[in-house]
C-alpha cells in the first residue's frame, strides 16, 4: 500500500513539473479559447473580455490565454499592458508558438514596426504589390502569424496574376482555421466574385451574415452585386434569395422595389431578349447570347451595348468576321461607351486572327502575295504577337524555295491558336 502510495506520489510531481507547453487543454478552455477567437474575428471585444475572465480563474498561465491577453491590451491601447504579458509569457513558455506570434504581434503595433507595417499597406495601396509583400515578410521574417495581417498578406499575394491561387487557396485556409472573421471573409468574397464565381462569393457572405458585426457588410455587398447583374431572370433569382436571407431592414426595402421593377420589365419581350442576351454573355452561354441579342439589335438597331455584346458573342463563338463587324459597328455608334476599352481589345484580337485566316487560307489556294499581305496586316494590328511573323518567314522562304507554304511554321503551332 505504501508502495502505491509512493508511486502515486510521484506521477503527481511529475506531472506538476511538466512543461506549460504539454500542458492538456480541457474541453472547457477550448471553448473558452475559441470564445476568445470569435470574439476577435467579429470584434465583439465584449466576448473576448468575459472568456479571459473564465479562462483566468481556469488556468491563468495558459500560454494561449497570456497571448490573448496581450493582444486584447495592445487593441485597447495599453502598450505598457501588453508588454508586461508578453515578458510573462517568455518566462513561462519560452519555446512556444504563441511566444513568437506574440513578440511578431508587440513588433507590429509598437515603435518602428508599426510604421513598417503602415509603409507596407501604403505599398499596398499604391499598387506596388511586390514591395508590399517583401515588406511584410521583412518585418515579419516571413509570412505573417497574426491571422488580420495574414488576411491582408495573402489578399495581396493573391493580387499577383502568378500566384493567385496560392493566395485564393491561403485565405481558404485561414478561414478554416479561423472561421467567422469578417475582414476574410469579405476578402474572400471580393474574390470570387473578381473570378467569375458568384455562387461561392454568396455562400461567404451567408457565412458573414450569421454574425451581428457581419451582417450589415454583407448585406451591402450581396446586394451590391446583384445589382451589377444584368437584369434577367438570375438577376431576378438572386433578388428573391437575397431578400430570403435580409427579409428587414433598409436595404431589404430597396432590394424589393428592385425585384418589383424587374419583374415588370421582364414582361416585355424586347426588354427581355436583351437583358437574357447580356447575361449569357456574361455567363459565357454563347449560343443563347446570340440569340437572344440578335433579337434586340433587330429590335433597335441604335442600341450600341447589344451591338457590342453581340460582337462580343461572336467571339466566344470563334465568329471572327461577324465580330469585328459588329464591334467595329458599336465604337463607331458610341465612341465614349464604358465599354470602349473591352470593345477595342476584341476587336484587335478578332481582326489579328481574322486575318490570319485569311493569309492561310490565301496560302492554302496558292495565292503567296495576298497571304503576304494578310499577314503583314495582321502584323501591324499586333506587333506582340509571333503568328504573324511566323506566317511572313514562311512567305519569303517558299518563295525563294520555289513557293512551297509547308515551311511556314514550326510543328505544332495550329492557326488561330489564340482566342
Known amino acids: 500500500m505504501r508502495k502505491l502510495s509512493l508511486s502515486l506520489l510521484t506521477l503527481s510531481l511529475g506531472v506538476a513539473l511538466l512543461p506549460l507547453a504539454q500542458a492538456a487543454t480541457t474541453p472547457a478552455q477550448e471553448h473558452l479559447l475559441e470564445q476568445v477567437r470569435l470574439g476577435e474575428a467579429s470584434n ?3 466576448l473576448v473580455r468575459q472568456s479571459l475572465y473564465r479562462l483566468e480563474l481556469i488556468d491563468p498561465n495558459n500560454p494561449e490565454l497570456i497571448a490573448a491577453r496581450m493582444r486584447y491590451l495592445l487593441r485597447q491601447g495599453d502598450a505598457a499592458g501588453a508588454q508586461k504579458e508578453l515578458e510573462r509569457l517568455t518566462k513561462l513558455a519560452p519555446d512556444s508558438p504563441e511566444l513568437k506570434a506574440s513578440r511578431n504581434e508587440m513588433k507590429s503595433n509598437t515603435g518602428e514596426g508599426r510604421q513598417a507595417l503602415q509603409q507596407a499597406r501604403l505599398l499596398g495601396v499604391a499598387g506596388k504589390v511586390d514591395e508590399a509583400i517583401a515588406a511584410y515578410e521583412k518585418l515579419y521574417g516571413g509570412v505573417p502569424d497574426d491571422v488580420d495581417v495574414a488576411i491582408e498578406y495573402w489578399t495581396l499575394v493573391a493580387r499577383l496574376p502568378a500566384r493567385h491561387s496560392e493566395g485564393v487557396s491561403q485565405l481558404k485556409q485561414l478561414n478554416a482555421s479561423a472561421p467567422g472573421n469578417v475582414s476574410l471573409l469579405t476578402s474572400l468574397a471580393k474574390q470570387m466574385f473578381a473570378d467569375n464565381k458568384p455562387q461561392e462569393g454568396f455562400a461567404y457572405l451567408a457565412e458573414m451574415a450569421r454574425s451581428a458585426s457581419g451582417r450589415g457588410i454583407a448585406a451591402d455587398m450581396w446586394f451590391s452585386e446583384v445589382k451589377s447583374m444584368p437584369v434577367s431572370k438570375a438577376s431576378v433569382q438572386a433578388l428573391q434569395q437575397f ?3 435580409f427579409p428587414t431592414g433598409s436595404v431589404a426595402a430597396n432590394a424589393r422595389v428592385l425585384l418589383d421593377q424587374q419583374q415588370a420589365q421582364l414582361q416585355d419581350p424586347t426588354f427581355r431578349a436583351r437583358s437574357e442576351g447580356l447575361a449569357a454573355v456574361k455567363s459565357g452561354n454563347t449560343t443563347q447570347a446570340v440569340a437572344d441579342l440578335q433579337k434586340a439589335v433587330q429590335a433597335d438597331s441604335r ?6 455584346a453581340l460582337g462580343q458573342a461572336y ?26 476599352g473591352k470593345w477595342d481589345s476584341l476587336l484587335q484580337t478578332n481582326r489579328y486572327w481574322l486575318l490570319i485566316k485569311q493569309g492561310d487560307n490565301a496560302l492554302k489556294a496558292g495565292q503567296l502575295s495576298q497571304a503576304q499581305n494578310y499577314y503583314a496586316q495582321a502584323q501591324r494590328v499586333d506587333r506582340t504577337d509571333s503568328y504573324a511573323v511566323l506566317g511572313l518567314g514562311g512567305r519569303r522562304g517558299g518563295a ?7 515551311a511556314l511554321l514550326p510543328a505544332g503551332v495550329a492557326p488561330g491558336s489564340r482566342q
Open 315 to 340: 467571339s466566344q463563338r470563334g465568329d471572327r468576321a461577324r465580330a469585328v463587324a459588329q464591334l467595329s459597328k458599336a465604337i463607331a455608334m458610341d465612341p465614349d461607351s464604358p465599354n470602349r
Open 303 to 308: 442600341d450600341s451595348d447589344a451591338v457590342g
Open 400 to 406: 525563294q524555295r520555289g513557293g512551297g507554304g509547308g
Open 243 to 245: 431578400l430570403l436571407q
Open 44 to 46: 465583439r471585444e465584449d
